[in-house]
């Protein structure tokens, strides 16, 4: 039986939501001030809190942060008369689990109840399953997680590359974490006291970046009101780290192969070269080597920036690191949002199942997503956000069937008038049968997934 406590200070309220709680099994206790429940809830402690905004002497925000402290594993309806936005933001800072505005049904509240008991209790179970424990040191260090035989040899890899003054190329899916392993390796490099300068080259303005890499004299160009001094300058005795290379326009790599040679830049409009040095971290998803044979990209410089490579796997190719990243992830934004105490068995299987596209960056969103839904109960599927998202090859493969369907539509001798909404009747229902058949036939659920409201979701299931 859960002890459900009532705070409120109009007696037709404490009354329906006593006789509510109790047909529904749970034990319930009343008060109508703040002060009073918060002396009760020490004495006797409670499963559930009912608070009312607006009551006499402390009020209803205040008192949450006081149960929030006190009982931090207790969940706490917020009710109030006089829903704004304001007050739905800061209840959810202050961590309460739902609010209730008046005049509710009594349906509904006796849901939430049922929701935040039922999420208590998965959050014990799931407390007692999974005890937290603290990061090891090695792991607290580095960003990079992962047991996997494909991350062994990546971890490998960067123990041989850090020490030495090799430039190195990381190559692999968007999202695997290749900024990541620059930092590593910078980190345990001889120059790990120097500076690690960041360039990404596919931000850069492709007429300023030979300005941002090797600096300007003042009146070079018009605009150049002072001097600049350049990124490759501000990694002399560090490490620069190239992201996105593939980006890295014709006419500048020439003059970035010299400076990569010599260890020397010249300032746009400057005539004397300054001495630099400084090691060479370079990125890309592309392949490179094609950039090559196409010419979009030199042969010299290429081979000066893979000296050594290091490949990373897509997450598809690493699922039995996933549990550690999500873990990983979740300890990272526990204090941005609130502290979800597990992630559920169930949600670690569908995490498994889903094919990745965005990689370790989409996992890191999806846990984020979750964790903001679950609030303090541990993430259950529903939690995740829609399946749509991860569609096999980042949704190129859906590009192209609905161009092959339109284009075989238009090429009709009478092009169709309403061709989105044959082709919403043409994919919203199997959408819909997927999800609904995913979360059991919950309405409300399958409407959270989808990102509508469970009214358009009624209206489309007819």
Same mark, same amino acid.
């Given at each position: 039986?859960?002890?459900?406590?009532?705070?409120?200070?109009?007696?037709?309220?404490?009354?329906?939501?006593?006789?509510?709680?109790?047909?529904?099994?749970?034990?319930?206790?009343?008060?109508?001030?703040?002060?009073?429940?918060?002396?009760?809830?020490?004495?006797?402690?409670?499963?559930?809190?009912?608070?009312?905004?607006?009551?006499?002497?402390?009020?209803?925000?205040?008192?949450?942060?006081?149960?929030?402290?006190?009982?931090?594993?207790?969940?706490?309806?917020?009710?109030?008369?006089?829903?704004?936005?304001?007050?739905?933001?800061?209840?959810?800072?202050?961590?309460?689990?739902?609010?209730?505005?008046?005049?509710?049904?009594?349906?509904?509240?006796?849901?939430?109840?049922?929701?935040?008991?039922?999420?208590?209790?998965?959050?014990?179970?799931?407390?007692?399953?999974?005890?937290?424990?603290?990061?090891?040191?090695?792991?607290?260090?580095?960003?990079?997680?992962?047991?996997?035989?494909?991350?062994?040899?990546?971890?490998?890899?960067?123990?041989?590359?850090?020490?030495?003054?090799?430039?190195?190329?990381?190559?692999?899916?968007?999202?695997?974490?290749?900024?990541?392993? $620059?930092?590593?390796?910078? #980190?345990?490099?001889?120059? !790990?006291?120097? %500076?690690? =300068?960041?360039?990404?080259? @596919? *931000? &850069?303005?492709?007429?300023?970046?030979?300005?941002?890499?090797?600096?300007?004299?003042?009146?070079?160009?018009?605009?150049?009101?002072?001097?600049?001094?350049?990124?490759?300058?501000?990694?002399?005795?560090?490490?620069?780290?190239?992201?996105?290379?593939?980006?890295?326009?014709?006419?500048?790599?020439?003059?970035?192969?010299?400076?990569?040679?010599?260890?020397?830049?010249?300032?746009?409009?400057?005539?004397?070269?300054?001495?630099?040095?400084?090691?060479?971290?370079?990125?890309?998803?592309?392949?490179?080597?094609?950039?090559?044979?196409?010419?979009?990209?030199?042969?010299?410089?290429?081979?000066?920036?893979?000296?050594?490579?290091?490949?990373?796997?897509?997450?598809?190719?690493?699922?039995?690191?996933?549990?550690?990243? $999500?873990?990983?992830?979740? #300890?990272?934004?526990?204090? !941005?949002?609130? %502290?979800? =105490?597990?992630?559920?068995? @169930? *949600? &670690?299987?569908?995490?498994?199942?889903?094919?990745?596209?965005?990689?370790?960056?989409?996992?890191?969103?999806?846990?984020?997503?979750?964790?903001?839904?679950?609030?303090?109960?541990?993430?259950?599927?529903?939690?995740?956000?829609?399946?749509?998202?991860?569609?096999?090859?980042?949704?190129?493969?859906?590009?192209?069937?609905?161009?092959?369907?339109?284009?075989?539509?238009?090429?009709?001798?009478?092009?169709?008038?309403?061709?989105?909404?044959?082709?919403?009747?043409?994919?919203?229902?199997?959408?819909?049968?997927?999800?609904?058949?995913?979360?059991?036939?919950?309405?409300?659920?399958?409407?959270?997934?989808?990102?509508?409201?469970?009214?358009?979701?009624?209206?489309?299931?007819?």
């Amino acid at each position: 039986m859960s002890h459900v406590l009532i705070i409120d200070d109009e007696e037709s309220i404490c009354w329906a939501l006593r006789r509510l709680a109790r047909e529904d099994g749970h034990e319930v206790s009343v008060a109508s001030s703040a002060e009073d429940a918060l002396e009760l809830a020490v004495g006797k402690g409670c499963d559930l809190v009912v608070l009312d905004i607006r009551l006499p002497g402390m009020d209803g925000l205040t008192a949450l942060s006081r149960f929030r402290q006190l009982l931090p594993d207790t969940p706490v309806v917020v009710i109030t008369a006089f829903g704004s936005l304001a007050t739905a933001v800061e209840a959810v800072r202050n961590g309460a689990f739902e609010y209730l505005t008046k005049p509710f049904d009594l349906e509904q509240a006796l849901a939430v109840i049922r929701r935040a008991l039922t999420q208590r209790a998965l959050a014990q179970r799931a407390l007692a399953d999974h005890p937290s424990r603290p990061l090891p040191q090695s792991e607290s260090n580095d960003e990079l997680v992962g047991t996997s035989p494909a991350m062994q040899e990546v971890f490998k890899r960067i123990a041989l590359a850090a020490p030495s003054r090799a430039s190195v190329l990381i190559t692999g899916e968007s999202g695997t974490g290749k900024e990541l392993v $620059a930092q590593a390796i910078h #980190r345990h490099s001889p120059r !790990a006291d120097g %500076p690690l =300068v960041p360039v990404n080259l @596919a *931000a &850069l303005s492709p007429t300023l970046v030979e300005s941002e890499l090797f600096g300007h004299v003042r009146g070079a160009f018009t605009g150049a009101d002072f001097e600049r001094k350049g990124l490759l300058e501000m990694a002399h005795g560090g490490t620069v780290f190239f992201d996105e290379a593939g980006d890295i326009p014709l006419p500048v790599q020439v003059k970035l192969l010299r400076a990569l040679e010599q260890q020397e830049t010249t300032p746009v409009g400057g005539v004397n070269a300054r001495p630099t040095e400084f090691r060479v971290v370079a990125a890309t998803h592309r392949d490179l080597r094609r950039e090559v044979c196409d010419g979009k990209f030199r042969e010299d410089l290429y081979f000066r920036l893979a000296v050594f490579e290091i490949q990373l796997p897509s997450l598809r190719e690493r699922v039995d690191d996933i549990p550690a990243l $999500a873990e990983r992830f979740l #300890r990272q934004i526990r204090p !941005a949002v609130a %502290p979800a =105490v597990a992630i559920s068995e @169930a *949600a &670690l299987d569908e995490l498994r199942r889903r094919p990745w596209p965005g990689n370790a960056r989409e996992l890191r969103n999806a846990i984020e997503h979750a964790a903001l839904l679950a609030r303090n109960g541990p993430i259950l599927p529903e939690h995740l956000p829609s399946i749509v998202a991860s569609l096999p090859g980042g949704g190129s493969d859906v590009d192209t069937a609905v161009r092959e369907w339109a284009l075989a539509r238009l090429a009709d001798e009478v092009p169709p008038e309403n061709l989105y909404q044959q082709l919403l009747d043409l994919v919203e229902p199997p959408l819909l049968d997927a999800v609904l058949e995913r979360t059991g036939q919950n309405r409300v659920a399958a409407a959270n997934v989808l990102g509508i409201h469970r009214a358009t979701l009624r209206k489309k299931l007819g």
